[in-house]
Nanobody
Framework: QVQLVQSGEGLVQAEGSLRLSCAAS????????MAWFRQAPGKEREFVST????????YYADSVKGRFSIARDNGKNTVYLQMNSLKPEDTAVYYC??????????????????WGQGTQVTVSS
């Protein structure tokens, strides 16, 4: 079992930056692939980024590549999403998720069994 608690939501102007954090409970955090998804109003939840259990491999959606960066600290049981050069279209509720399967990259939300509570990110133009 993994419980995920997110922090870092906020309102930021376009071209600004924001960092989201997701802290996990449990001693097996380092065995989980972690990911970030987002959901804008009226849209389906979409994949943003994922990082392998050891942190050596990362994968990004084309829409955020070069602007967002995912990282994890297994000693702190935390995964981060650094978001730079934010655009109004990045406005959404962001969710962290954990997946115990070895498949990577795993971009389907259906494969993630544990989810954070979601944090609102609003980018104003």
């Amino acid at each position: 079992q993994v419980q995920l608690v997110q922090s870092g939501e906020g309102l930021v102007q376009a071209e600004g930056s924001l960092r989201l954090s997701c802290a996990a409970s449990g001693r097996t955090f380092s065995t989980y692939t972690m990911a970030w998804f987002r959901q804008a109003p009226g849209k389906e939840r979409e994949f943003v980024s994922t990082i392998s259990w050891g942190g050596s491999a990362t994968y990004y959606a084309d829409s955020v590549k070069g602007r967002f960066s995912i990282a994890r600290d297994n000693g702190k049981n935390t995964v981060y999403l650094q978001m730079n050069s934010l655009k109004p279209e990045d406005t959404a509720v962001y969710y962290c998720a954990a997946d115990s399967s070895p498949a990577f990259p795993n971009r389907s939300s259906r494969n993630y069994g544990y989810w954070g509570q979601g944090t609102q990110v609003t980018v104003s133009s």
